[in-house]
């Protein structure tokens, strides 16, 4: 894949396992609610359709996956589900991945220009190739404030490429495992289009009581340059697990 210039139009880096993940633990005074009312959870690398375009559905594998004029031909990090088609929604578990990471204040849309540079020295130093998607997160972000920093992230398709620990203002970490719901979304790569993504969400949780936010808000960006900027595919997501109830209900 061709080195991507700045503005994201960017390449990015974001499988199944059949058994359902373990069943979230219960915070101090309180408890899971009854078994028959509790959502169950993706197993790692697992999607299930959950709300928006239910029949909206993607052709191909990964390294190559495509939705109408929208196509994904950068490999994800191994064990990742496959893409959500713009307009559907999904509920999804995402494995542990390395990924090296920038972080910085301010405007996020200015902040993918000021990450990318050094994350892409970085794997090209390494020779480690690129993956799909990128991935932004956003600390704060509600739909009233802005974010109080973000964060842009190269994954490895496996761990094994390099180390974790600090190079420059790149560090390589281990992310843990995630439950998100995910929007499939289709347009330029930018905070409106988060916007837009944070909405259908939020109204999918108005509407699905037994869902609630653990987590940020993320973006999963999965193109680079070379498609035009309408037919981008990405995804917002919030993490998210079933909701708990008091103790006794």
């Known amino acids: 894949m061709k080195p991507m210039l700045p503005f994201l139009t960017l390449v990015l880096v974001a499988g199944s396992c059949s058994s359902p993940a373990p069943a979230p633990r219960a915070a101090a005074g309180l408890s899971v609610m009854a078994t028959h009312d509790t959502p169950a959870l993706p197993g790692a690398g697992e999607s299930r359709r959950v709300g928006g375009d239910v029949s909206a559905t993607i052709s191909g594998s990964d390294g190559r996956y495509v939705y109408g004029p929208s196509v994904i031909d950068t490999p994800l990090p191994e064990g990742y589900p496959p893409p959500t088609p713009p307009g559907a929604i999904d509920l999804k578990t995402y494995p542990s991945v390395r990924r090296a990471v920038v972080s910085g204040k301010g405007s996020p849309d200015a902040g993918m220009n000021q990450a990318f540079w050094p994350l892409f020295n970085h794997i090209k130093g ?25 964060s842009m992230a190269f994954l490895y398709r496996t761990p094994e490429l390099n180390d974790t620990g600090r190079e420059g203002r790149v560090i390589v970490e281990d992310a843990p495992p995630v439950t998100v719901l995910a929007v499939g979304l289709k347009g330029n790569y930018s905070m409106s289009l988060v916007t837009r993504g944070m909405e259908q969400i939020e109204q999918f949780l108005a509407e699905n009581p037994e869902w609630e936010a653990a987590g940020s808000w993320r973006s999963l960006y999965y193109n680079g340059p070379a498609l035009l900027w309408w037919n981008k595919w990405a995804e917002v997501q919030l993490p998210v697990r079933p909701r708990l109830s008091p103790a006794g209900t």
């Not at 390494?126 to 920093?149: C, F, K, Q, W």
């Open 126 to 150: 390494h020779d480690i190739a690129m993956t799909s998607p990128v991935e932004m997160d956003y600390p704060g972000l509600t739909r009233e404030s802005a974010p109080s920093e973000w």
